[in-house]
């Protein structure tokens, strides 16, 4: 079993940045070869933020991130982070990190990659 422990959450005014952590903790490394990241604001649907591959040659992100998060990967510490950029109300939910074997190549923004979850941390950008 794969374990996701995600840090760095918390409350940020608009336009600031946050990161986000994420460490992979069992079974071997290839269960995590993608880590990427998700959110779900209230009443709102799960959304796709970001993901990157084990080698970090390939990186997919959500198009209302795209040019202000950078998601990268730190492998000898199993962990992902998502670097928040420009931050907006909007941004605001819980975002769960995501980890998984399978390569990105269907499913990507569906999470159809993704067999791990982890608990979520809470974003909250003020305006």
């Known amino acids: 079993q794969v374990q996701l422990v995600e840090s760095g959450g918390g409350l940020v005014q608009a336009g600031g940045s946050l990161r986000l952590s994420c460490a992979a903790f069992g079974r071997t490394f290839t269960s995590y070869a993608n880590m990427g990241w998700f959110r779900q604001a209230p009443g709102k649907d799960r959304e796709f933020i970001a993901v990157?591959?084990?080698?970090?040659?390939?990186?997919f992100y959500g198009g209302s991130v795209k040019g202000r998060f950078t998601i990268s990967r730190d492998n000898p510490k199993n962990t992902v982070h998502l670097h928040m950029n420009s931050l907006k109300p909007e941004d605001t939910a819980i975002y769960y990190c995501?980890?998984?074997?399978?390569?990105?190549?269907?499913?990507?923004?569906?999470?159809?990659?993704?067999?791990?979850w982890g608990q979520g941390t809470q974003v909250t950008v003020s305006s």
């Open positions: 995501a980890a998984g074997p399978r390569p990105l190549i269907v499913g990507v923004y569906s999470g159809s990659w993704a067999d791990y």
């Open positions: 990157i591959n084990w080698s970090a040659d390939k990186t």
